[in-house]
């Protein structure tokens, strides 16, 4: 079974052929980072004209690298939601059309899903399995017990991990791409421990029995700091300190709500494993204060290489053809969804 996924929700135009077999014939993914630094954030309408521009020509080079055409085709997947619903539209139409015009299956997926299942097409995780989501625009907790199927134990209830990285970035002056960019400059930080004393940080909701997050808090006493600092340009050392201080709480937080739904999966389900998906999952320090908190119970941490942690077209493939294996699709009237939570039962806001 071969299908093509088209990944159109946010600000990447993306695009990939996958098989039933785990394999990953191609995966084309053009970003609008540039386009949006300008900015400071992905303005909708012009992610949305980017993505018409490009689709059809990143629908092409997905097909050629792949050294296929739509005739080898079994089936054609799109995000339908949630996400910015101009350029969800666009990748949702693409995929009708090009199922319509080869008479091939159009399954519309859930974005939050295509991450959810990525463990499966990298590792072949058994369900059930524990979910941290953690990307620009989601931070949830959640428990996949099936395809289709899954339990939202926690969300954040203001901003998400990734929209606070972005948010800290634009206030410390670094580049849109706030997650990479406080990555990168912590690196610089030359005293840790200092760094920490120096610019202490909130811990919301920490020792909560929940599973819920909150980081405006958090965003905040960033903005507090910086205004503490001497007035003019600010010192590329004071900006690696602070970074360092941000990205060490936000793994701190992060293990934290973790840790709680660990004691409670455990206690509810047979499974082993905690998945770390979304793009925040490629951040190596909140990655590493995951794997030791695993250890400590017994279980495992899996998150996805570098290419499968953004937004990309192989995570929305391979949840096509999980669907596709169990003989569901979906009519070409299937409508595009700006709020989509996985979770129908969940009852608060769908970050």
């Known amino acids: 079974m071969i299908v093509l996924g088209i990944e159109t929700s946010c600000d990447e135009t993306a695009a990939a052929i996958v098989t039933d077999n785990r394999e990953i014939l191609s995966n084309v993914v053009l970003s609008q980072l540039e386009t949006h630094a300008v900015y400071g954030g992905v303005v909708p309408e012009v992610a949305a004209r980017e993505h018409l521009e490009h689709i059809d020509k990143i629908i092409a080079a997905a097909l050629n690298d792949a050294e296929l055409s739509f005739d080898d085709l079994d089936g054609v997947a799109a995000t339908c939601g949630p ?19 080869k008479n091939i299956p159009f399954i519309g997926i859930n974005h939050l899903e295509g991450h959810a299942l990525t463990a499966r097409l990298t590792d072949n995780i058994a369900f059930p399995y524990l979910i941290l989501l953690v990307s620009g625009g989601h931070t949830q907790i959640l428990v996949a017990e099936d395809i289709g199927k899954y339990k939202r134990w926690g969300t954040t209830l203001d901003d998400a991990t990734g929209e606070c990285f972005d948010k800290s970035a634009k206030l410390m002056g670094l580049p849109y791409g706030g997650g990479v960019s406080v990555e990168k400059i912590a690196k610089s930080c030359e005293d840790p421990s200092a760094a920490i004393a120096r610019f202490p940080l909130p811990s919301p909701l920490k020792g909560r029995k929940n599973c819920d997050f909150s980081f405006s808090g958090l965003k905040t006493a960033v903005r507090t700091h910086i205004d503490k600092l001497p007035e003019g340009d600010l010192d590329p050392k004071d900006i690696a300190d602070l970074s ?21 999966f455990l206690q509810e389900y047979s499974g ?80």
Request: with cysteine; hydrophobic share 40%.
């Open 272 to 351: 082993d494993t905690l998945v770390v998906c979304g793009g925040v999952s490629a951040n190596k320090t909140i990655k590493a204060r995951l794997e030791d908190l695993v250890s400590k119970y017994d279980m495992n941490v899996n998150t996805p290489p570098l290419d499968l942690s953004g937004d990309n077209g192989a995570m929305i493939a391979w949840a096509g053809i999980e669907r596709l294996k169990r003989g569901q699709n979906d009519p070409l009237d299937f409508k595009a969804r700006p709020r989509w939570p996985l979770d129908p039962n969940s009852t608060k806001g769908s970050k």
């Open 244 to 264: 360092y201080a941000l990205q060490n709480k936000m793994a701190d937080i992060l293990a934290d709500r973790c840790e709680s739904a660990i004691k409670r």
């Open 83 to 101: 996400g910015l619903i101009g350029g969800v539209m666009i990748g949702m139409m693409s995929a009708k059309a090009i199922a319509a015009a």
